[in-house]
């Protein structure tokens, strides 16, 4: 890879890592993702960092074509984060229900009070 574009790579990286510490700081993004994203951006840089980092680990892994590992590391994180955002979306349906039928009992309850003071 070309040194220009091996700094552009890594400049880009630096300005994501901060973006995404911008976002902690500002309590927009959760913990739990956000140690996630972090890790992501350390890696891309050390492998920007360390030339043919991911043609070695490549070939040590069997894979013909380094961007057939990318590709596939790819398709399993991404499924990793579809099952985590799913399993939060699950939480946070449950926690709705549970909200809703709560509001549901105390508005039935509020409209017992106002008949009965009447």
Do not use: D
Not at 63 to 77: L, S
């Amino acid at each position: 890879m070309q040194i220009s574009l091996n700094v552009v790579l890594v400049m880009i990286t630096l300005i994501y890592l901060f973006l995404i510490l911008k976002a902690i700081r500002k309590k927009k993004l959760q913990m739990s993702f956000s140690i996630f994203w972090l890790i992501t951006g350390v890696l891309l840089i050390i492998a920007l960092l360390i030339p043919n980092l991911v043609e070695t680990i490549s070939v040590v892994l069997g894979f013909e074509v380094p961007a057939n590992m990318i590709f596939c590391i790819t398709i399993f994180v991404s499924f990793y984060l579809i099952f985590n955002l799913t399993i939060s979306l699950s939480k946070e349906n449950r926690k709705n229900t549970l909200l809703i039928q709560e509001l549901s009992m105390l508005k039935k309850r509020v409209e017992e009070l106002e008949k009965n003071a009447k």
